[in-house]
């Protein structure tokens, strides 16, 4: 099994940036891409983006291109999300996720998950 941890969250002002990491432990050999999924108050938890370990194009979630950056350091078994001109909107907690399979958009498709961090942003 993989274990992750995410870090980087906290309080911002809109407008502003934050970098969120994943790191990774445990089995990290079995796994093939890591997610970033958020979930706001009162609403189901969506897709941010994935990128794959061995290589390729990170993908995103249409609205979430432009402003998040996913990108990953293999040594450090890290994935990192940074999120640019944040929005009131953003405010959420975020999650990674990985799998050993085709990464998608469905949180079905994931094996393990981080326990989540809270981004919160002010106007």
């Known amino acids: 099994q993989v274990h992750l941890v995410e870090s980087g969250g906290g309080l911002v002002q809109a407008g502003g940036r934050l970098t969120l990491s994943c790191a990774a432990s445990g089995r990290t050999n079995s796994s093939y891409a890591v997610a970033w999924f958020r979930q706001a108050p009162g609403k189901e938890r969506e897709f941010v983006a994935a990128?794959?370990?061995?290589?390729?194009?990170?993908y995103y979630r249409g609205p979430a291109k432009g402003r998040f950056t996913i990108s990953r350091d293999n040594p450090k078994n890290t994935v990192y999300l940074q999120i640019d001109s944040l929005e009131p909107a953003d405010t959420a907690d975020y999650y990674c996720?990985?799998?050993?399979?085709?990464?998608?958009?469905?949180?079905?498709?994931?094996?393990?998950w981080g326990q989540g961090i809270k981004v919160t942003v002010s106007s």
């Open positions: 990128i794959t370990w061995r290589g390729g194009a990170p």
């Open positions: 996720a990985e799998t050993s399979g085709p990464a998608t958009m469905s949180p079905r498709s994931y094996d393990s």
